[in-house]
């Protein structure tokens, strides 16, 4: 699990730095991002999943939701720590959908890394 939300970690901070970028040197506002950075989030759980099932090869739904999981908490984390404010329904409701993208990558993983030494 630690391979796939290093995965995690690594996607969503090259992409924001992209973002920050385009921010800073660029017209576009934050707002004009939001859903392209959501789909990217999901994206990244996505493959953070697919690595995660990858590496265990075996129970990628378990995998991928416990690498689901870590991420909300390290973001949960982050927000209460370093911002005294927990989630909104809102935020649950994301990172929900954020730990079921994990899962599917987690699945897909293990079928994928299982099919390709069958082979």
Same mark, same amino acid.
Request: charged share 5%; hydrophobic share 55%.
């Given at each position: 699990?630690?391979? *796939?939300?290093? !995965?995690?970690?690594? #996607? #969503?901070? %090259?992409?924001?730095?992209? #973002? %920050? ?10 707002? %004009?991002? %939001? ?12 493959? +953070? ?6 590496k265990s090869? $075996?129970?990628?739904?378990?995998? +991928?939701?416990?690498? *689901? ?18 989630? !909104?329904?809102? $935020? ?6 954020? #730990?079921?993208?994990?899962?599917? *990558?987690g699945i897909? +993983? ?10």
């Open positions: 699990m630690v391979y *796939g939300l290093v !995965t995690i970690l690594g #996607i #969503i901070l %090259s992409v924001s730095f992209i #973002i %920050s970028l385009l921010l800073r040197f660029t017209a576009l506002t934050e707002t %004009s991002f %939001s859903w392209v950075i959501m789909i990217l989030t999901f994206l990244a759980l996505l493959v +953070g999943g697919f690595v995660s099932g990858g090869k $075996q129970k990628g739904w378990m995998v +991928g939701a416990g690498t *689901g999981l870590l991420y909300s908490l390290l973001v949960f984390l982050v927000q209460y720590l370093g911002y005294n404010a927990t989630f !909104t329904m809102e $935020q649950y409701l994301f990172h929900g959908g954020f #730990i079921l993208a994990a899962i599917i *990558g897909f +993983g293990v079928n994928v890394v299982r099919n390709s030494r069958m082979v």
